[in-house]
């Protein structure tokens, strides 16, 4: 089948006649005005000879005259692709030659130049794409344009963006045009259509949308008898996937990024991070729900916001523990009136802390500031005996079993959370109150610069070990340096490497990765691919004066002496402030480097947990990891006989196509608003990029952009450019130069342990991996929070 009619095409044949052309024949079946034409289908391309009989014969019906022919690829126009503009399409083709000459144009467009690197950039095979051709009737049109069905710029879905032109220049982009935004005529902000085109395009927009159940990007035309027709219709691809349908307009944050984690989470980790994340709330005095968006967990704040008690907390909350993006979108959606206090502010709720939680955390606290080596160690006894706890019993042995353990493991803390949070939470604030006590005295640098080189930290402790590891292997140098990490790892599961102190390493830190808090993530004890490359980044550093274990020894010792000076001057001039805040940084220099524990500790579980699902996967599945992929309730459902592997593959491609986008909101309305989109745009000035200092210092170097801790490469003195960071980034830093990232919080693992390291950090730096490149040079200044290219 080699040619055949338009309106035959439909969503089932894409793999016959690719995107463009199923999408045209599904609107043709919805009884939308599609002008009249022909596809040239994959047979054809396939074989390599255009269907100059077939070809003829269906021009003929068309009435011969002006047509335009266009590319219809079977991986664009898809909700995961677009490919807008990446093919060819000839316009005002007349005559049954330059028809088959057109038809041949489109064809070689598909291994071209534009679209060969947008497949790459998207992980998609060329020898699986095959090219279609549209033959469509010509139309001459007075206006012409592309129709949103959802604002693309925002994200809002009662919104439609309409840009329009002269003829065809809105489409081939030679020309300015005009923008017009849509609003239902429930909404608020945008215009209502008015009677005429616009109120056509509204309705005919609402139809297409309905018609393919999600936001569309419409191509339109409207002739000289005013005819309005449909010339294309494909998905917005762009638009981060909507916040479920609720009555009330709700406002929801992003939560993952306060554990470095923009990467979306497996269903199954959904459920793990949500219960700890909800926990992590509730110790705030403060109840939050919990909602998957895109994969990533958001927290409904709407009832915090329009409480008039917490509105006053929200922002203050935002800049501590997300960041201010997050703080700068907060302030914003409480000036918004829908948001509007109400309700009694005065009345407390059940989800507040209690008055024994309260006075157990004092005590906890108190505790730990008074006898700071005491609270260490119980801390440490009880992240040992939650790594005892954490081992799954001998007597499993089938699916059922091991599920039920599952579903019980972590009931209860074994009677160790308090020895755990308090010391951590301690060593917090003896980090944050000092700035506060001695504002006007000394600024947040001198602060930070005493809390350098703080000791431990099991997060740098592992990344020293992991360098400690890579020196005692210089004699490996050559086999690690010159083996992609991938095939070491490879190797070394197959006990196929010299042993280099690699067991010892993992028995420890085995439970560890980047993206850590997901259960659906392997661990580098599955997959250290992650720890060879971060070994061969560390065998790239020959200067013994950069050595990580010589730098934060120096670092220690300039925090010991910057905490003497600092002592010194604030006695004179805040005799009792400057004492209550000197005796927090000494606390906080002997319980900081705790914050890390409660989290390693933690993971331990995770791992056992993982184990045990991976187990059972392994009964359901040819890959066991698809266990990842279901809930908890689903995988019983899948040992009493339900055949769950179409609904896996559906979400392990949602995954893939997530693990591709670079951008996630701050923030989001309930209507699908990026609330930071709406924000004023950024001043900054020619190659200046303005963030938030997070560590002091100032370095000029090379950049590296990074967006996967398994693959990277760092000379060493390259200043890590990356989206966010977590513990499983760290061993990146020891040979980093500098850190700018584009989400965080001062307060967040990345930039404490950078502070700790004593590189300068930068965060909050919106588009910093788009709009820094690897090889540019670039300043990172960590007190005036700026990030400078050179030019």
Same mark, same amino acid.
Not at 600 to 623: H, M
Not at 683 to 711: F, H, I, K, M, S
């Given at each position: 089948?080699?040619? *055949?009619?338009?309106?035959?095409?439909?969503?089932?044949?894409?793999?016959?006649?690719?995107?463009?052309?199923?999408?045209?024949?599904?609107?043709?079946?919805?009884?939308?005005?599609?002008?009249?034409?022909?596809?040239?289908?994959?047979?054809?391309?396939?074989?390599?000879?255009?269907?100059?009989?077939?070809?003829?014969?269906?021009?003929?019906?068309?009435?011969?005259?002006?047509?335009?022919?266009?590319?219809?690829?079977?991986?664009?126009?898809?909700?995961?692709?677009?490919?807008?503009?990446?093919?060819?399409?000839?316009?005002?083709?007349?005559?049954?030659?330059?028809?088959?000459?057109? *038809?041949?144009?489109?064809?070689?467009?598909?291994?071209?130049?534009?679209?060969?690197?947008?497949?790459?950039?998207?992980?998609?095979?060329?020898?699986?794409?095959?090219?279609?051709?549209?033959?469509?009737?010509?139309?001459?049109?007075?206006?012409?344009?592309?129709?949103?069905?959802?604002?693309?710029?925002?994200?809002?879905?009662?919104?439609?963006?309409?840009?329009?032109?002269?003829?065809?220049?809105?489409?081939?982009?030679?020309?300015?045009?005009?923008?017009?935004?849509?609003?239902?005529?429930?909404?608020?902000?945008?215009?209502?259509?008015?009677?005429?085109?616009?109120?056509?395009?509204?309705?005919?927009?609402?139809?297409?949308?309905?018609?393919?159940?999600?936001?569309?990007?419409?191509?339109?035309?409207?002739?000289?008898?005013?005819?309005?027709?449909?010339?294309?219709?494909?998905?917005?691809?762009?638009?981060?996937?909507?916040?479920?349908?609720?009555?009330?307009?709700?406002?929801?944050?992003?939560?993952?990024?306060?554990?470095?984690?923009?990467?979306?989470?497996?269903? &199954?980790?959904?459920?793990?991070?949500?219960?700890?994340?909800?926990?992590?709330?509730?110790?705030?005095?403060?109840?939050?729900?919990?909602?998957?968006?895109?994969?990533?967990?958001?927290?409904?704040?709407?009832?915090?916001?329009?409480?008039?008690?917490?509105?006053?907390?929200?922002?203050?909350?935002?800049?501590?523990?997300?960041?201010?993006?997050?703080?700068?979108?907060?302030?914003?959606?409480?000036?918004?009136?829908?948001?509007?206090?109400?309700?009694?502010?005065?009345?407390?709720?059940?989800?507040?802390?209690?008055?024994?939680?309260?006075?157990?955390?004092?005590?906890?606290?108190?505790?730990?500031?008074?006898?700071?080596?005491?609270?260490?160690?119980?801390?440490?006894?009880?992240?040992?005996?939650?790594?005892?706890?954490?081992?799954?019993?001998?007597?499993?042995?089938?699916?059922?079993?091991?599920?039920?353990?599952?579903?019980?493991?972590?009931?209860?803390?074994?009677?160790?959370?308090?020895? *755990?949070?308090?010391?951590?939470?301690?060593?917090?604030?003896?980090?944050?109150?000092?700035?506060?006590?001695?504002?006007?005295?000394?600024?947040?640098?001198?602060?930070?610069?005493?809390?350098?080189?703080?000791?431990?930290?099991?997060?740098?402790?592992?990344?020293?070990?992991?360098?400690?590891?890579?020196?005692?292997?210089?004699?490996?140098?050559?086999?690690?340096?010159?083996?992609?990490?991938?095939?070491?790892?490879?190797?070394?599961?197959?006990?196929?490497?010299?042993?280099?102190?690699?067991?010892?390493?993992?028995?420890?830190?085995?439970?560890?990765?980047?993206?850590?808090?997901?259960?659906?993530?392997?661990?580098?004890?599955?997959?250290?691919?992650?720890?060879?490359?971060?070994?061969?980044?560390?065998?790239?550093?020959?200067?013994?004066?950069?050595?990580?274990?010589?730098?934060?020894?120096?670092?220690?010792?300039?925090?010991?002496?910057?905490?003497?000076?600092?002592?010194?001057?604030?006695?004179?001039?805040?005799?009792?402030?400057?004492?209550?805040?000197?005796?927090?940084?000494?606390?906080?220099?002997?319980?900081?480097?705790?914050?890390?524990?409660?989290?390693?500790?933690?993971?331990?579980?995770?791992?056992?947990?993982?184990?045990?699902?991976?187990?059972?996967?392994?009964?359901?599945?040819?890959?066991?990891?698809?266990? &990842?992929?279901?809930?908890?309730?689903?995988?019983?459902?899948?040992?009493?006989?339900?055949?769950?592997?179409?609904?896996?593959?559906?979400?392990?491609?949602?995954?893939?196509?997530?693990?591709?986008?670079?951008?996630?909101?701050?923030?989001?309305?309930?209507?699908?608003?990026?609330?930071?989109?709406?924000?004023?745009?950024?001043?900054?000035?020619?190659?200046?990029?303005?963030?938030?200092?997070?560590?002091?210092?100032?370095?000029?170097?090379?950049?590296?952009?990074?967006?996967?801790?398994?693959?990277?490469?760092?000379?060493?003195?390259?200043?890590?450019?990356?989206?966010?960071?977590?513990?499983?980034?760290?061993?990146?830093?020891?040979?980093?130069?500098?850190?700018?990232?584009?989400?965080?919080?001062?307060?967040?693992?990345?930039?404490?342990?950078?502070?700790?390291?004593?590189?300068?950090?930068?965060?909050?730096?919106?588009?910093?991996?788009?709009?820094?490149?690897?090889?540019?040079?670039?300043?990172?200044?960590?007190?005036?929070?700026?990030?400078?290219?050179?030019?």
């Amino acid at each position: 089948m080699s040619v *055949i009619p338009l309106s035959e095409a439909h969503a089932d044949l894409v793999p016959l006649v690719g995107g463009k052309a199923a999408g045209l024949g599904e609107l043709i079946r919805a009884g939308e005005r599609v002008p009249e034409g022909f596809c040239v289908t994959t047979e054809a391309y396939r074989a390599r000879v255009v269907p100059r009989d077939e070809v003829r014969a269906a021009y003929a019906r068309l009435g011969g005259g002006p047509v335009a022919v266009r590319s219809s690829a079977t991986d664009e126009d898809l909700p995961d692709a677009s490919f807008a503009g990446q093919h060819d399409t000839v316009l005002d083709v007349e005559g049954e030659a330059d028809l088959l000459a057109a *038809i041949g144009t489109c064809w070689e467009s598909l291994h071209g130049s534009r679209a060969a690197a947008y497949r790459q950039a998207r992980g998609t095979d060329p020898a699986d794409v095959r090219m279609a051709v549209v033959v469509q009737r010509m139309v001459t049109p007075v206006r012409a344009g592309v129709l949103y069905t959802a604002n693309p710029v925002t994200g809002n879905r009662t919104e439609m963006l309409v840009e329009v032109g002269p003829g065809t220049t809105v489409v081939d982009g030679r020309t300015d045009v005009t923008r017009v935004v849509l609003a239902d005529p429930a909404g608020s902000d945008g215009r209502r259509p008015e009677p005429g085109w616009q109120g056509d395009l509204w309705a005919v927009g609402r139809r297409v949308q309905a018609h393919f159940g999600g936001p569309q990007d419409v191509e339109w035309a409207i002739d000289h008898d005013g005819t309005l027709w449909l010339l294309q219709s494909r998905p917005v691809s762009t638009l981060f996937p909507a916040p479920p349908q609720t009555d009330d307009l709700r406002v929801y944050v992003e939560f993952g990024n306060v554990q470095g984690m923009l990467r979306p989470v497996t269903p &199954m980790g959904m459920a793990t991070l949500r219960a700890m994340i909800a926990a992590m709330v509730a110790s705030l005095g403060m109840r939050v729900e919990i909602v998957d968006i895109g994969g990533r967990l958001y927290g409904d704040l709407t009832d915090l916001v329009r409480r008039p008690a917490s509105r006053r907390r929200l922002v203050r909350l935002m800049a501590v523990d997300f960041g201010p993006r997050a703080q700068a979108v907060m302030e914003h959606v409480l000036r918004d009136p829908r948001f509007a206090p109400s309700g009694d502010g005065s009345r407390r709720r059940a989800a507040d802390a209690s008055s024994g939680t309260a006075l157990r955390a004092l005590r906890g606290i108190l505790r730990a500031l008074t006898r700071p080596d005491a609270a260490r160690r119980r801390l440490v006894a009880a992240v040992d005996r939650l790594r005892a706890e954490s081992v799954a019993p001998a007597h499993l042995r089938t699916a059922h079993e091991r599920l039920r353990f599952v579903r019980d493991h972590g009931d209860g803390d074994g009677g160790v959370a308090d020895d *755990i949070t308090w010391p951590i939470v301690a060593g917090m604030l003896a980090s944050a109150l000092p700035a506060h006590l001695l504002k006007g005295v000394a600024t947040e640098d001198d602060v930070h610069a005493v809390l350098r080189g703080v000791p431990h930290n099991v997060t740098i402790e592992m990344d020293l070990a992991l360098w400690a590891l890579a020196s005692a292997a210089r004699e490996h140098r050559d086999l690690l340096l010159d083996t992609p990490p991938a095939e070491l790892a490879a190797r070394y599961l197959r006990g196929a490497l010299p042993e280099i102190g690699l067991s010892g390493f993992l028995s420890r830190y085995g439970h560890r990765a980047a993206a850590e808090a997901d259960v659906g993530v392997p661990r580098w004890a599955e997959d250290p691919t992650p720890v060879f490359a971060a070994v061969a980044n560390y065998l790239r550093l020959t200067d013994p004066a950069q050595a990580p274990d010589r730098r934060f020894a120096e670092a220690a010792a300039a925090a010991g002496a910057a905490l003497d000076e600092l002592a010194a001057r604030v006695r004179r001039r805040r005799p009792v402030r400057g004492r209550i805040a000197i005796f927090l940084l000494r606390r906080a220099r002997r319980l900081a480097g705790l914050r890390e524990a409660g989290k390693f500790a933690g993971l331990y579980r995770l791992r056992t947990v993982r184990e045990q699902l991976l187990l059972i996967g392994a009964t359901l599945f040819p890959t066991a990891d698809d266990i &990842m992929f279901l809930t908890l309730d689903e995988v019983g459902a899948a040992l009493d006989g339900a055949d769950l592997t179409g609904l896996v593959a559906r979400r392990r491609a949602t995954h893939r196509r997530e693990l591709r986008r670079r951008v996630v909101p701050v923030a989001l309305l309930s209507d699908g608003t990026d609330v930071e989109s709406t924000l004023p745009a950024p001043t900054d000035g020619a190659g200046l990029l303005r963030g938030v200092g997070a560590a002091t210092g100032r370095v000029t170097g090379p950049a590296r952009v990074v967006t996967d801790p398994a693959t990277a490469y760092l000379e060493p003195g390259e200043i890590l450019v990356t989206a966010t960071t977590d513990p499983g980034w760290t061993p990146l830093f020891l040979t980093a130069g500098a850190l700018v990232t584009e989400t965080g919080a001062i307060m967040a693992h990345g930039p404490t342990v950078a502070r700790e390291y004593g590189i300068p950090a930068v965060i909050s730096v919106p588009g910093a991996t788009s709009r820094i490149v690897t090889g540019q040079v670039i300043t990172v200044d960590g007190a005036a929070g700026t990030v400078t290219t050179a030019r």
